[in-house]
């Protein structure tokens, strides 16, 4: 669409759609196509002229105008135009969808019919004639769209009647629409047959519906309209004060503004009426008004002009700052302003002065401001004013709270909202209260104002989140606060943070040592300054550091002083005399430091120039003393004192060495000796002496002062007189020594005699060395001497020996024989006795060969592509059938049938159960009597304890299903071909699904199919009904699904029955290992609390505030998620809930991830069988897609629901009577079971659930664990594979298929298929047609039951009963003539003689043994074997018993067989199926298969035993949890009886015929009364004033629970009315609050049955 001008070309008006132009000829039908194009162009236009008004009034974008309709639908736009002119009556708030983003998701909702209803009251209230409004429905359902523009159009003249709303614009051909817009309009308004309302006579509608003289106020009208056409002002000014024009707020001064706008809108709206011109229209059509103003129009250009004026006057009072002459202006009545108030003038000067300001920033220009800009300045105002009020009233009151001294009042006024203060917190009451006590005390007034309020309150609050930040030891958080400026902390240093920290963590220990809760603002700026001060030291004792290193590297002792003697460097002990030591000792220091980091450049720490300060000053006292004690040792030299000198030496300051007491006159004695030696020399005379000291160092003393110095003296002269220590050292060690020496001696004696021996020992060994040295350098020769000799003497020796021998010949060579054998002899006796000790593991040995080569064996059959017979027939005895394997064989049939017998017997007890559970919720709501509850408990008890013993009931009937009768057998082995036939062929049942309605085929899914597969109690029948569900499935995607995403948005029967199977009694166990730990560690975690809905939060956090504090919260209960979220608590709570989700999100994630393998196989294939199918139909699709698809059905349709509802799938245990999951648990189990789903599905959180957005990035790495887990899921082997599938796998099968399966059943199926059969089978050789054409007709239940004359009820309850079917084969016939025409059973029969003929017959080859004739003891044994076989099969079951022909081939001898077996060989291979020219090696190899089956087979069965074994159990308990819930309902039951019994009230129910009856007679009340009571809603086309005047009477009659109500008015009988007390009971079950009585009365459904109760039923 676009717009034009009203002009083309040369000022020709420019023609509408649908005129007819000068030199057009048209056809009456293309005129009547013209005119119904213009009506849709001019309706268009109208949409648009509603559009752009309604954009004015709601500055706002409103749809295209092709769209507008549609648009409206919603009411959200009309909602929001009432609340433009009528506020107090339509709320923002109150708008349903304001945003329309749920009309966006999903499309309209029956609440948008509210924003409707709004819209109508705001016209209702500003007056508006109802003549104009639509219905609901009319723009809800779109059945009249075009009445609501027409209301629209006269809602807009009426607005700018009242002066509310600008004027709606004619836009009629003003606009262009394309033709296809005006055609699609067309079709619109014929598809509807709408008529077009007269939007040309709203006008005239308008004035005609005022309560006036019509004719009077048309004739003002037009006298206007012809003074309005002279120019003259004064005639208009005259013609509008007629009161017949109903015309106000007029002003005189304003006459000529009058004359020309109402001038110009004439002119304008004449133009519009001759550009709707259609020609050839008969003027009598055209209304008056259509170029005429209107009362409505003049009203609102009068009221134009008054606003413009008034708004004229605003500016000049703007423009001069006078708020009073402002205040008149917006008081008047031509400006309508709402809420105007005297005392806040000086806010609507302040307010408007802004906005003007802002205007002209904005716009560049002085506008004036407008009507609805001063509506909204003067609202704002009024909000400010009313805002400082409540500031200055909440700031006192607060000041009153402080000085009052409690702190929880004092708090509660800090919270209030309109005090205006930063957020506080409760938990620091005590803090606020002490610090702004102490601050109100220091104000002058004694009063704080709301600035220092503000100030105060945000450092407070900074303190006690600094305070709570310590406690939790949260150091960001604490360091944040700090830094921020609103704690107003000074001189805070970044590089400090830490130790702020550290410092407030000490002073916060300390506080609560000493009793304080809290530590206040001083403390903490105390801290602060502290740790600044102390990091202030630290670096100033760094720079003197550096100055020490500095000095040290210098060499310059003083420089070394002055820097040691910095205060800032904190060195304790320096001492000025020693500086020179300081200086070595810091040099030396440093070189050591260096040397062991491998660093020139290392400096000297503080610690380690305190320590070489330290020691420096150790050595200067040690060298002191030492010098002391040297000078003692030369005075008492010199005095000849041995004692002291003797003490003197050993004194440690001196530190000599091997000083002893023995030596002490010697001592003295050299000594002396040596000092006289020194002074023979001549004294010097100098006092000074130099000693070495420890550690390298020279040390100066004066022997006067007796003082010290490292520093040599400027005069020094070393004294020659005095002792050194070394001196002293060495006279001492040499007196000693030689006393030592002397001692030895005399002490050793003993050792010194050994000693000598010792020294002669070794001489006379040196002489035996030197001896033998000479022997052996003579070796050679003395070795030939000895040789020579020894020679000489065996040569002597051997020759009389030999000449012995030669003497003695004969006895030689008998002595040597018997040796001989007597070695022999007792070697194998030594043989012999090691085998008979070891017997035990020579039998082992012979074991392990003969294992060995039985393994070969063995691996040869089942790995060789050709066995040979020799191998074959070693273990063709594994195809016989032990008695064990009969055993396992009748114990797995028993199990099987008393599985699904348990089965079917809970489904019905759990129904029951249920029925039960309904029962006693309607006895707890008056819905039943207690009677029928009591009969229901008595049935459901004996069912539970018969129906077990009843099942098989048939099967001892004599005329039923199994009657000994041709008919009856006949009849039997019919129905046994038909279920063969439909569990083998899965296509039948697959169809059949998809041909009936939904409800019914869920029924008869869970009621026959799983009937049929016996719930798939051993593998055969798992592998047919997985089959089933894959062809099902695949019928389902090929016929019924169009679109890939309907997989997931519709509800495909397959997938149900799938999963409803998966999730029952066999996949219940692996949702159990895979879900339950998690589940239980979420349940048993009592503290648990996951709410991500931050409204619920919020209202959780004030109810707990309400309930810690006793009072009424000052916060708004009713918020929208951004304004819960504008609380710190609550996002907080958010935070810690959604970690907590993802936790235990986490924990579900990672059991699911790891379980692929204990999904049952079931699922598993139908998910492969699922995705393939789907990427078969739509190859286009992206393997996300198809993922997403496989989740659906393993996550959200398989396990979702358990992990919602753990207690309704078995995951948890729950006892009977007990209360369930908890509202917490569940929400819980819900959330995460959410957070799961969208990771499945990679659905992210956006718009509505924005405040979880921040597990977005989790849900994308949980979707890429979920896609692998799904890949994973769908790697499973075919059905075939999986289960070992084979067509010759009847050879090792014992028993027929079995199924359970009720009489009911049978004929429901049966019935389906005969109604179907065409359609399941299109072509009428189908096998399924002739079996139906068997059973003939559909059986009574009472034919195949055997009985007549049943009741209904016997019939229904009949209809349970069980027959067990062994199903067989009609089309696979064996033995006898059939034989030929058969070439499968062919093949087994000859398979199965072959086996019997090669166990007897030796040969290699099946031609060999056929060819060689049989022995006599073939034949034997052969007899034997046939004869324990046939012992076998007499004590076989009849359902495992072999057929005929079996037992017949039993009687053939040997080479009967062999000659049976020819005979069958030669039509095999006439048929093809075997190969003469291999010598038959293909049959050879069938048995070899054959055996190997046999052996999974028997593998398959022990795991099916196991399996039924734990299934039965569980089924058990299951059956022990409902008799106990049995109980339970029983001791409930038993306890309403008593208690009813004991009130005598047991038969006042409805439906008790058995009870005494109670005498009951009416009840009357007046409407009024009924009313009162709210029974009684309203009474059409009666007010309620009337009440009063209209009598019920509720009679009961003689049917109970009838009562007949009469009503009359003004005491005239009226009406009647059959009311029954069970279709109350129905409405209130089925949740009807509010019915009809005499289709005029409403009531309510609930207060009416409350009243019968209390009246007729004593309750």
């Not at 000095?551 to 002990?573: F, Q, Y």
């Not at 279920?979 to 998809?994: D, G, S």
């Not at 019994?1541 to 058995?1554: C, I, W």
């Amino acid at each position: 669409m676009s717009t034009s001008d009203e002009a083309d070309g040369l000022g020709a008006i420019r023609p509408h759609y649908g005129s007819v132009m000068d030199n057009e000829r048209l056809t009456a039908e293309e005129m009547d196509e013209r005119r119904t194009q213009n009506i849709a162009y001019e309706y268009l236009c109208h949409l648009e002229e509603a559009k752009r008004w309604m954009e004015a009034c709601l500055d706002e974008e409103l749809p295209p105008t092709t769209e507008l309709e549609e648009g409206l639908r919603n009411g959200v736009y009309l909602a929001k135009l009432g609340n433009f002119f009528s506020p107090k009556v339509v709320l923002r708030k109150k708008i349903y969808d304001c945003e329309q983003t749920r009309y966006k998701a999903s499309g309209l909702h029956f609440r948008h019919t509210d924003n409707t209803v709004q819209w109508f009251n705001a016209m209702s209230n500003i007056g508006l004639p109802k003549i104009f409004y639509p219905e609901t429905t009319d723009v809800y359902d779109r059945k009249n769209m075009p009445r609501c523009v027409y209301c629209i159009h006269a809602l807009s003249l009426y607005l700018f009647k009242l002066g509310l709303a600008p004027q709606i614009q004619d836009l009629y051909g003003k606009v262009v629409f394309t033709e296809e817009e005006i055609n699609n309009m067309k079709s619109e308004l014929e598809k509807y047959g709408i008529q077009m309302p007269a939007f040309s006579k709203i006008g005239g509608i308008l004035a005609n519906e005022l309560s006036v003289d019509e004719a009077a106020l048309h004739a003002a009208v037009i006298a206007i309209n012809d003074a309005v056409e002279r120019g003259a002002a004064a005639d208009t000014m005259a013609a509008m004060k007629n009161p017949n024009a109903l015309l106000v707020n007029l002003d005189e001064s304003e006459s000529e503004q009058y004359q020309l706008t109402l001038a110009n809108a004439k002119r304008q709206k004449a133009g519009n009426a001759h550009n709707k011109e259609v020609p050839g229209s008969p003027d009598s059509e055209r209304d008056v008004y259509e170029e005429l103003l209107t009362q409505a129009e003049i009203q609102g250009n009068v009221n134009k002009v008054n606003v413009q004026r008034r708004l004229n006057n605003v500016d000049d009072a703007l423009e001069r700052g006078d708020a009073l002459a402002l205040y008149n202006t917006l008081r008047s009545p031509q400006l309508a302003l709402r809420g105007v108030e005297a005392e806040n003038s000086d806010w609507y000067l302040k307010q408007l002065t802004a906005d003007k300001q802002l205007k002209v920033q904005e716009q560049g220009s002085s506008e004036q401001l407008t009507k609805e800009e001063l509506q909204l300045g003067v609202e704002q105002a009024n909000t400010d004013a009313l805002r400082f009020k409540k500031l200055l009233e909440a700031v006192s009151r607060i000041n009153a709270a402080v000085q009052s001294g409690v702190a929880e009042q004092t708090m509660t006024e800090l919270m209030n909202p309109e005090a205006q203060l930063p957020p506080v917190y409760p938990f620091a009451a005590n803090l606020y209260q002490q610090e702004l006590s102490t601050l109100q005390q220091q104000s002058p007034e004694g009063k704080l104002t709301h600035t220092e309020l503000v100030v105060a309150v945000e450092m407070l609050s900074s303190v006690a989140l600094i305070n709570r930040a310590l406690e939790a030891g949260d150091s960001n958080e604490v360091w944040r606060l700090l830094d921020n400026r609103v704690t107003g902390l000074t001189n805070v240093d970044q590089g400090n943070a830490q130790r702020y920290v550290d410092e407030l963590l000490r002073l916060k220990a300390k506080a609560q040592e000493d009793g304080n809760e809290f530590i206040t603002w001083n403390d903490i700026q105390g801290s602060v300054d502290q740790v600044n001060t102390v990091v202030q030291e630290e670096h100033d004792r760094i720079m003197a550091i550096g100055l020490i290193n500095d000095a040290v590297d210098e060499g310059d002792a003083r420089k070394t002083l002055e820097a040691l003697l910095l205060p800032s460097a904190k060195l304790a002990d320096v001492s000025p005399p020693v500086a020179e030591h300081y200086q070595e000792m810091l040099i030396r220091t440093k070189r050591e430091k260096a040397q062991e980091t491998q660093d020139d450049s290392a400096v000297l720490w503080l610690d380690e120039i305190q320590d070489t300060v330290w020691r420096s000053n150790k050595d200067t006292e040690d060298a002191k003393r030492f010098s002391q004690g040297i000078l003692t040792i030369n005075e008492a030299v010199d005095d000849g004192d041995t004692g002291r000198i003797l003490s003197a030496l050993r004194s440690s300051d001196v530190g000599l060495y091997g000083v002893t007491s023995e030596c002490e006159d010697i001592y003295q004695q050299e000594l002396t000796e040596a000092k006289q030696a020194k002074m023979a020399e001549g004294d010097n005379g100098s006092p000074w002496v130099r000693h070495w000291v420890k550690g390298g160092y020279h040390y100066y003393y004066n022997l006067q002062t007796k003082e010290g110095s490292w520093e040599q003296p400027a005069d020094f002269v070393q004294n020659n007189t005095q002792l050194s220590r070394e001196d002293i050292q060495s006279t001492v060690s040499g007196v000693t020594a030689a006393y030592n020496r002397e001692q030895l001696w005399m002490a050793n004696e003993g050792l010194l005699t050994k000693l000598q021996a010792r020294c002669r020992g070794y001489m006379l060994r040196q002489q035996l060395h030197q001896r033998m040295g000479f022997l052996e350098k003579q070796k050679p020769a003395i070795l030939t001497i000895q040789s020579n000799w020894r020679g000489y003497k065996q040569k002597k020796a051997y020759k009389e020996r030999l000449q012995h021998f030669k003497d003695n010949t004969a006895a030689v060579v008998k002595l040597q024989a018997l040796f001989r054998m007597l070695l022999a002899r007792k070697k194998y006796r030594d043989r012999l006795k090691y085998f008979k000790d070891h017997v035990a593991d020579i039998i082992k040995i012979q074991a392990f060969i003969r294992a060995n080569k039985a393994r070969d064996d063995y691996k040869t059959l089942i790995s060789a592509e050709q066995p040979p017979m020799g191998v074959v027939r070693k273990f063709v005895h594994l195809l016989d059938q032990s008695d064990q394997d009969f055993q396992e064989e009748v114990e797995l049939m028993r199990l099987r049938e008393e599985v699904v017998t348990r089965i079917r017997s809970n489904q019905q007890l759990e129904n029951d159960l249920n029925t039960m559970d309904i029962k006693i919720g309607l006895l707890v709501k008056n819905k039943v009597t207690l009677q029928e509850v009591v009969s229901h408990s008595k049935k459901l008890t004996r069912k539970n304890k018969a129906q077990l013993s009843d099942m098989m009931k048939i099967d001892r009937q004599k005329g039923g299903l199994k009657g000994l009768s041709k008919e009856k057998r006949m009849k039997l082995e019919a129905y046994q071909n038909l279920f063969y036939l439909l569990q083998t062929n899965p296509t039948y049942l697959a169809k059949l699904i998809f041909q009936m309605p939904q409800n019914k085929s869920t029924k008869f899914m869970d009621s026959v199919i799983f009937t049929l597969y016996n719930y798939a109690s051993n593998q055969r029948e798992e592998y047919l009904l997985l089959k089933l569900f894959k062809t099902a499935l695949q019928e389902e995607i090929k016929s019924k699904v169009d679109q890939l995403h309907e997989i997931i948005t519709g509800n495909p029967t397959v997938i149900k029955m799938v999963v409803s199977f998966n999730r029952g009694a066999r996949g219940q166990n692996a949702l159990r290992q895979i879900l339950a730990p998690v589940v239980k560690e979420i349940i048993e975690e009592r503290g648990m609390n996951i709410k991500t809905d931050p409204i619920d939060i919020y209202k959780a956090w004030v109810n707990q505030m309400e309930s810690q504090t006793g009072e009424a919260s000052k916060l708004p209960y009713d918020v929208t998620p951004d304004q819960a979220l504008g609380h710190e608590e609550v996002r907080l709570r958010l935070d810690g809930s959604i970690k907590n989700m993802r936790n235990v999100t986490d924990k579900f994630l990672a059991a699911i991830a790891t379980s692929v393998d204990k999904i049952p196989y079931g699922m598993r294939i139908i998910a492969k069988v699922l995705k393939d199918s789907l990427h078969e139909k739509f190859p286009d699709a992206t393997d996300e897609e198809l993922i997403k698809i496989v989740g659906n059905l393993l996550y959200y349709r398989y396990m979702n629901p358990a992990i919602v509802a753990p207690d309704a799938f078995d995951i948890i245990d729950m006892s009977a009577g007990a209360g369930g999951l908890s509202t917490d648990q569940r929400r819980n189990l819900g959330s995460i079971a959410k957070v799961l789903q969208h990771a499945a599905s990679n659905k992210m959180f956006d718009k509505e659930y924005c405040h979880l957005a921040s597990i977005n990035e989790y849900l994308s790495h949980a979707h890429l664990k979920f896609r692998r887990f799904f890949q994973s899921a769908c790697e499973v082997p075919e059905l075939e594979d999986k289960f070992n599938v084979d067509e010759y796998s009847d050879l090792v099968t014992l028993n027929k298929p079995v199924i359970y399966i009720s009489i009911g059943e049978i004929i429901n199926t049966h019935t389906l298929f005969l109604d179907h059969q065409d359609a399941i089978a299109p072509d009428h050789n189908d096998p399924i047609h002739e079996l139906l054409e068997d059973l003939g007709e559909v059986p009574t239940i009472e034919s195949l039951i055997g009985e007549a004359g049943l009741s209904e009820a016997g019939k229904e309850l009949l209809a349970k009963t069980e027959v067990s079917l062994s199903l067989t084969n009609k089309f696979d016939v064996s033995g006898g003539e059939n034989e030929e025409m058969n070439a499968r059973t062919l093949l087994l029969n000859t398979k199965r003689l072959m086996v019997d003929v090669i166990r007897f017959q030796p040969g290699e080859t099946l031609t060999e043994i056929l060819e060689c004739p049989s022995s006599t003891v073939q034949e034997a044994e052969h007899q034997r074997a046939m004869q324990r076989r046939a012992v076998r099969d007499a004590k076989t079951p009849e359902k495992m018993k072999r057929n005929q022909a079996q037992v017949d081939e039993n009687l053939m001898s040997l080479t009967e067989k062999k000659e049976k077996i020819e005979h069958n060989l030669k039509k095999l291979t006439a048929l093809g199926k075997v190969n003469p020219t291999n010598k038959y090696q293909d049959l050879i190899n069938d048995v070899a298969k054959d055996i190997r089956n046999q052996r999974r087979y028997r593998q398959r069965r022990k795991a099916e035993l196991v399996r039924l074994q734990q299934t039965y159990s569980g089924l058990i308990s299951k059956t022990a949890f409902y008799e106990e819930q049995t109980d339970y309902y029983n001791q409930y039951i038993k306890t309403c009886m008593d208690n009813l019994a004991s009130k005598g009230k047991l038969s006042k129910k409805p439906g008790d015929v058995k009870g005494k009856k109670s005498k009951q007679v009416s009840q009357r009340y007046t409407a009024a009364r009924l009313h009162e009571k709210g029974v009684l809603l309203e009474i059409e086309d009666l007010s309620s004033s009337q009440f009063k005047n209209v009598i019920f009477d509720i009679c009961p009659t003689e049917e109970v629970g009838d009562f007949e109500v009469k009503a009359k008015f003004m005491g005239v009988q009226m009406d009647s009315f059959m009311l029954h007390y069970q279709d109350l009971l129905q409405l209130q079950y089925e949740g009807v609050a509010v019915m009809k009585i005499f289709d005029k009365a409403k009531v309510n459904v609930n207060l009416l049955i409350f009243l019968l109760n209390k009246k007729f039923y004593g309750k």
